[in-house]
């Protein structure tokens, strides 16, 4: 008897630690599209630069330091306000040679990164230009731009997905044994 309990908790801890792992999988790649967990330890540890936010009545304005050169190459930013949940973001960058671009990049209401480096085409920008508002996403507002050598990750948002999909599983395996329950005793009646 002792031994069948045994492995009945062995499977209830094997079962559950599926549920985490399947959970974590889920939000992790929906929210950040990424899987592998030491991203989230480097976003954490990372040396951010947060960049001024310049705006008037038509763009948003974002200076670029020259100094960091490609180490830190990728820049984040939450689009805090859009009549829309996900668009297109229109930007144009700035070099000392003129403008490079317009480029478009494809954001979400919460925390966007893109790869700066990427679109920068071996030239180095030093200001980036973003249109208040664009014909698919209305008005926008964007708050704290950050330059760093990683991608950073929005783990507020992954955390509650993550919850909410253990949540879905506690309260199946509560259909479950609620099932099972009245089965076994309706077979006895």
């Not at 985490?20 to 991203?39: D, E, I, Q, R, T």
């Not at 859009?82 to 979400?108: C, I, K, M, N």
Request: aromatic content about 14%; hydrophobic content about 45%; some cysteine.
């Amino acid at each position: 008897m002792r031994i069948l309990k045994e492995r009945i908790k062995k499977r209830l801890l094997v079962k559950w630690l599926e549920y985490m792992a399947a959970a974590y999988l889920l939000a992790s790649w929906g929210v950040n599209g990424v899987l592998n967990p030491f991203h989230y330890i480097h976003s954490i540890t990372m040396q951010r630069h947060v960049l001024e936010i310049q705006s008037d009545a038509e763009r948003f304005c974002i200076e670029l330091p020259q100094d960091l050169g490609t180490e830190a190459s990728f820049l984040s930013f939450e689009v805090t306000d859009a009549q829309r949940y996900a668009f297109a973001l229109p930007l144009t960058g700035s070099t000392s040679d003129g403008e490079a671009g317009p480029y478009s990049v494809d954001v979400w209401k919460g925390w966007n990164t893109f790869d700066l480096a990427r679109l920068q085409d071996q030239s180095v920008w030093n200001k980036i230009t973003i249109p208040k508002i664009s014909p698919e996403s209305g008005e926008i507002m964007l708050d704290t731009v950050i330059l760093s050598k990683y991608r950073k990750m929005d783990s507020k948002k992954m955390l509650s997905i993550f919850v909410s999909f253990l949540f879905l599983a506690a309260f199946w395996e509560s259909v479950w044994w609620i099932k099972e329950r009245y089965a076994q005793s309706s077979d006895h009646h």
